[in-house]
């Protein structure tokens, strides 16, 4: 079966410091790895994807399947990337599984 | 906009009515997903089309619940005979077939 686990349902940092959002998969194929975001008032959307290997809005995640980890990180958080994130596992029968989400507050 | 879309947004039913949301997904998207989202919670995947087969069903979703895409287009989502646990955001996405999906804003549910 396939889980994801977000171990912190909410994460405190000032605006200029480092951010990790944690997540952490169960799976046993090759899965497909996803980072969704929140805004205050907005749809869920796309932030990133681990086949992509690119940053968006400075957010980068590394896929450790030694770690079954995909964290997300960004070096200096800002003030607008508070909002509710959730990490996404996509298996071989293309159904995405989401985590419970971590809500990050980035405070000035 | 041409994003997915959904309606009602916010529906107030009483325990024990049927309610109905429809999804219209993106054009040309073939797949199309439901999940179910609860406050604290993320998206619980309830069930996903391709075109207008239902691929998946999720134990969450009871004899209760039925969903369609008739014409491999719209999707509609059926909850009879409505419980309070059934209180809950109700949304839908759609994907060309790439594995991004693409969510629309989802239905409100309360049962009273």
């Known amino acids: 079966a396939q889980r994801v686990t977000q171990p912190e349902k909410l994460l405190s940092v000032f605006k200029g410091a480092p951010v990790e959002l944690k997540c952490n998969y169960s799976?046993?194929?090759?899965?497909?790895l996803f980072w969704y975001v929140q805004y205050s008032r907005q749809r869920l959307q796309l932030l990133l994807r681990?086949?992509s290997r690119e940053s968006i809005k400075g957010f980068t995640a590394d896929l450790n399947k030694g770690e079954t980890s995909f964290h997300l990180k960004k070096p200096f958080a800002q003030e607008e990337d508070s909002a509710m994130y959730y990490c996404?596992?996509?298996?071989?029968?293309?159904?995405?599984?989401f985590g419970a989400g971590t809500r990050l507050t980035v405070k000035p | 906009d041409t994003g997915v879309s959904q309606d009602p947004r916010h529906k107030i039913t009483k325990r024990g009515q049927n309610v109905t949301f429809r999804c219209d997904p993106i054009?040309?998207?073939?797949?199309l997903y439901w999940y179910r989202q609860t406050l604290g919670q993320g998206p619980e995947f309830l069930t996903y089309?391709?075109?207008?087969?239902?691929?998946?069903k999720s134990r969450l979703l009871s004899d209760r619940f039925s969903a369609e895409r008739p014409k491999g287009s719209f999707s509609t989502l059926e909850i009879q005979r409505t419980e309070q646990g059934d209180s809950a955001m109700y949304l839908c996405?759609?994907?060309?077939?790439?594995?991004?999906?693409?969510f629309g804003e989802g239905s409100w549910l309360t049962v009273v």
């Open positions: 089309f391709q075109n207008e087969a239902q691929l998946e």
């Open positions: 996404a596992l996509s298996g071989h029968n293309n159904d995405m599984r």
């Open positions: 799976y046993s194929g090759s899965p497909e």
């Open positions: 054009s040309e998207h073939n797949r």
């Open positions: 996405a759609s994907s060309p077939g790439s594995n991004t999906i693409y």
């Open positions: 681990h086949i």
